[in-house]
């Protein structure tokens, strides 16, 4: 019974993490830095559940999350979760092939989960939405470059959230074909 007591604490602090970053970054962010892009720091705690969780568990809690995330954005829940999905399914596919878990990892992985997101959401944007998200090149580029650099302390916080939680690594979590 405690390890499913712990698991359920795992998964609160995870979507109250959400709740926090998403707020910071859509209210506190633009109050401090003005107009300068926020960094997207609930994509770090998806690539996080990819990386690090299962991939029933995965796919389940990133449906929670997309309903945690409905909130803060604009853009419609079936495309927030079609995204997330398509993120889910090219981030397990490059895991299978190439994955060390280190911090170092992470934030390769970080950048091309940032970069991953911004072509799938302009893509599935231009497919499904009558009024389509626009290029802004400079503005996701610095999006994407500052969500990598907050991979490493994002990805410290949740390796000691489940230390602290007892949450056990996977064995595939060490990629390659096991």
Avoid: C
């Avoid at 809690?61 to 409905?70: A, D, E, K, M, P």
């Avoid at 992470?106 to 998200?133: D, Q, T």
């Avoid at 503005?139 to 390796?159: C, D, V």
């Avoid at 230390?163 to 096991?178: C, Q, V, Y």
């Amino acid at each position: 019974m405690t390890g499913v007591r712990y698991n359920f604490l795992n998964l609160a602090i995870l979507l109250l993490t959400t709740l926090l970053f998403s707020g910071f970054q859509t209210t506190f962010w633009f109050q401090i830095f003005g107009s300068l892009p926020s960094p997207q720091l609930w994509l770090n705690l998806i690539l996080y559940l990819i990386l690090f969780r299962s991939r029933l568990e995965g796919i389940f809690t990133i449906y929670l999350l997309g309903l945690t995330l409905n909130p803060f954005t604009a853009m419609p829940l079936g495309i927030l979760w079609l995204n997330l999905m398509l993120i889910f399914g090219l981030m397990t596919f490059i895991k299978k092939r190439v994955f060390w878990p280190t911090s170092r990892y992470f934030f390769m992985a970080s950048l091309g989960v940032g970069f991953i997101y911004h072509v799938s959401y302009f893509l599935i944007s231009r497919l499904f939405e009558s009024n389509p998200a626009p290029v802004l090149f400079f503005h996701r580029f610095f999006e994407i470059l500052f969500t990598a650099l907050t991979a490493i302390p994002i990805y410290t916080f949740m390796t000691w959230v489940d230390r602290f939680t007892g949450k056990e690594i996977l064995p595939e979590s060490a990629g390659g074909d096991s």
